[in-house]
């Protein structure tokens, strides 16, 4: 199988699809064939662990032309993407105890989740 992400106004992912591999040998091939089966143009091929695009796609991502690479929407306006994974990295690194944690923006922090017994 061939997935398939379709994108709407400023390459945002709004659909997906997938197609058989014999008709799609190619992404071009494969994206004339789904012009042709739902009348609509602008199509990516992505694989879902990511090993094309740098990430599978999503509802809400964007398609990043000059990255190549589909990109979540930005989280909190602190947070930076990092440009390997094309993924969106907090200033400050998730702790590593075994402890829940949840972003706190005004902070630019990770606030322990106070789990009740």
Do not use: Q
Request: a negative charge.
């Amino acid at each position: 199988m061939k997935y398939f992400a379709k994108l709407g106004l400023n390459s945002k992912v709004v659909g997906f699809t997938h197609i058989h591999d014999s008709d799609a040998p190619t992404e071009e091939i494969g994206i004339a064939y789904l012009n042709k089966l739902h009348s609509y143009p602008f199509w990516k091929e992505y694989k879902r662990d990511g090993s094309i695009r740098k990430n599978g796609a999503a509802r809400g991502m964007t398609y990043d032309e000059a990255r190549d690479a589909f990109i979540p929407p930005k989280p909190y306006p602190s947070w930076t993407l990092n440009e390997t994974t094309c993924l969106w990295e907090a200033p400050v690194a998730y702790p590593d105890d075994d402890k829940s944690y949840t972003w706190n923006e005004e902070t630019t922090s990770w606030d322990e989740i106070e789990l009740s017994e």
